[in-house]
């Protein structure tokens, strides 16, 4: 039953997720299995020189309770200058760092990578031109990781 729900759920995110104007993310299927994209995705977390501060996986907790899911990790990204000045635009906007990768792995054994850009993240906030600055040099950012760790 576990399988199923999870399965269910995965496949009613990925559906949702194609209709990325409606929730703004992206979602990219790769031809990399789920740990390799990981590895992947640090691997370009690094390169533009920003940190993975928080790490999550449902999965991993599930297999150390001897329950077997597709993998899947939420990697939270960001950097302190990043925070400091986004906490000078906007101190309610701190909820939302780090900015979240999540790394699904598909039925077919590949994984697929998502994200919300950080403009789309941060636009709720007012933060004035300052706030909206710094969301879209963290949207160039981020978009690179995610074409590094994809191609």
């Known amino acids: 039953m576990p399988r199923l729900l999870v399965s269910v ?13 409606e929730i703004a993310m992206s979602v990219t299927a790769t031809k ?16 533009h020189k920003m940190f993975a501060v928080t790490r999550a996986s449902a999965s991993i907790g599930a297999t150390g309770r ?18 400091v000045r986004m906490l000078a635009a906007s101190i309610p906007a ?3 760092a780090p900015i979240r990768y999540y790394i ?10 998502a994200y919300r850009k950080p403009s789309v993240v941060f ?17 160039r950012i981020f978009a690179a990781i995610a074409r590094d ?3």
């Open 9 to 21: 759920l995965l496949s009613l995110f990925l559906a949702t997720s194609a209709m990325a104007g």
């Open 32 to 47: 990399y299995g789920f740990k390799t994209l990981v590895k992947r995705l640090d691997m370009a977390i690094a390169k």
């Open 66 to 83: 001897g329950i077997k899911i597709r993998g899947n990790m939420v990697i939270g990204v960001y950097r302190n200058d990043f925070a």
């Open 94 to 96: 701190g909820i939302e």
């Open 104 to 113: 699904i792995e598909n039925a077919d054994g590949t994984a697929s990578l």
């Open 123 to 139: 636009a709720p906030y007012k933060g004035g031109a300052k706030l909206t600055t710094l969301a879209a040099e963290l949207d």
């Open 149 to 151: 760790a994809v191609k």
